[in-house]
């Protein structure tokens, strides 16, 4: 039933048609052709596996004379619970060999047989099936944290390199090598980060000086090969929380369910160690890429990045007509952002006259500092003034 429940996830489907779920289980569970003695054909492997289960409804049609069925779980979750099912045996198993083997003493570890797991986890994202996510949350803490994150860094490094071509005729999609390489590798790095209760990037990528740096480059292929859908659950489910400590830069890959995601860390450029600041340059790199969403970006980011360096520009011939130019178009390019600047000031002069100590001490709150002049017109907010004191002014 596992084989008929990847079936459907790996299709993108809730139901399967009984020639595809033939296909898979020939492809992955090989066994010899039914037998029969009587003059009726003999059942398909599908028809034996999926009739011997009630929480299984069957459809079925004629078109050309052909006999048409088609199989769904009488609730996804069945389904969904299956495959997280069959990942952590899969998993449980492929440790256990590991463990069992140990280290060649002359050759090291050889390269793990993810064969299985490779064939049921490169055509599908597990985040696209949230409930499959809650399972294995549930389900992974089972096996043995250390050695099971240590061999799921293993296939993630081995990933791009793997000439394993077992199971080979399980083909549920038409996914290419390179797209079946950003699923596996995603949902390898999801599997980690629920074995180890959220992963660093220093776990992830051993042995690299900054390891941040790789980072991404990997959430560069799933963004380039996973659909959008695809890539909007795992942001959706998964959160990448920046951190420093003592100089050294890491980030933790945490799955975080339905929560909202917080961007732990922000934007802080160059948080990477010595990453560049964003110039002009930046913007003639996201042009040439023609992506959507980075388009946007730089759409609401060019006018501060241009106008900076007008103004570095503008140092350079100082009290020269050349350097009023440039300083006139960086006026120009930051009208929009002085215009928001100036609504929100008008914005909070109006909440301050009607309430200033609630609002300087609401200020203070979220920003830590004390209301602008612009605000206050120069006067002191007291929290304690009488209901008949004249907001905006001093209370003696």
């Not at 390891?211 to 480059?217: D, G, L």
């Not at 963004?223 to 890491?250: C, I, M």
């Not at 934007?267 to 969403?293: A, C, I, K, Q, Y």
Request: charge should be negative; charged fraction near 25%.
């Amino acid at each position: 039933m596992s084989v008929a429940a990847f079936a459907m996830f790996n299709r993108g489907r809730q139901w399967v048609m009984t020639q595809d779920l033939d296909d898979d289980l020939a492809a992955l569970l090989p066994a010899p052709p039914a037998r029969t003695t009587s003059f009726q054909a003999p059942l398909s492997r599908a028809d034996r596996v999926i009739g011997k289960f009630f929480f299984v409804h069957q459809a079925s049609a004629v078109r050309d004379d052909a006999s048409l069925r088609t199989y769904e779980f009488l609730h996804a979750t069945f389904g969904e619970y299956l495959v997280a099912r069959m990942v952590r045996d899969v998993l449980r198993s492929m440790v256990a060999r590991e463990t069992a083997a140990g280290p060649d003493p002359f050759f090291g570890r050889p390269q793990p047989d993810d064969g299985l797991l490779h064939a049921l986890l490169s055509f599908s994202l597990l985040t696209e099936r949230q409930p499959t996510v809650e399972f294995l949350r549930d389900l992974l803490p089972a096996l043995d944290r250390e050695p099971t994150t240590d061999l799921l860094v293993r296939l993630l490094h081995n990933a791009e390199t793997r000439t394993d071509q077992s199971y080979a005729d399980y083909r549920p999609g038409k996914n290419t090598f390179i797209t079946r390489c950003a699923h596996y590798t995603a949902n390898l790095v999801i599997l980690a980060s629920l074995v180890a209760g959220g992963i660093t990037a220093d776990r992830l990528f051993p042995g690299d000086r900054r390891p941040v740096r790789s980072w991404p480059h990997l959430t560069s292929l799933w963004y380039a090969r996973l659909s959008g859908k695809a890539f909007e659950s795992l942001v959706r489910h998964f959160q990448v929380e920046r951190t420093s400590r003592h100089g050294t830069h890491n980030l933790v890959v945490r799955y975080i369910g339905h929560a909202e995601y917080r961007r732990v860390g922000g934007f802080e450029p160059g948080w990477d160690e010595d990453g560049p600041l964003p110039d002009s340059h930046t913007l003639d790199m996201v042009h040439f890429l023609g992506d959507r969403e980075l388009d946007g970006l730089a759409s609401a980011a060019e006018p501060a990045i241009m106008a900076a360096d007008l103004r570095s520009a503008a140092q350079l011939f100082s009290y020269s007509e050349e350097a009023v130019e440039h300083l006139a178009d960086a006026w120009r390019l930051t009208a929009r952002m002085r215009e928001t600047i100036e609504a929100i000031t008008a914005d909070l002069r109006g909440e301050y006259r009607n309430d200033p100590g609630k609002v300087a001490a609401a200020y203070r709150r979220a920003t830590g500092s004390e209301l602008p002049a612009e605000v206050t017109g120069g006067a002191v907010a007291d929290p304690d003034r009488s209901d008949g004191a004249q907001p905006g002014r001093n209370v003696p």
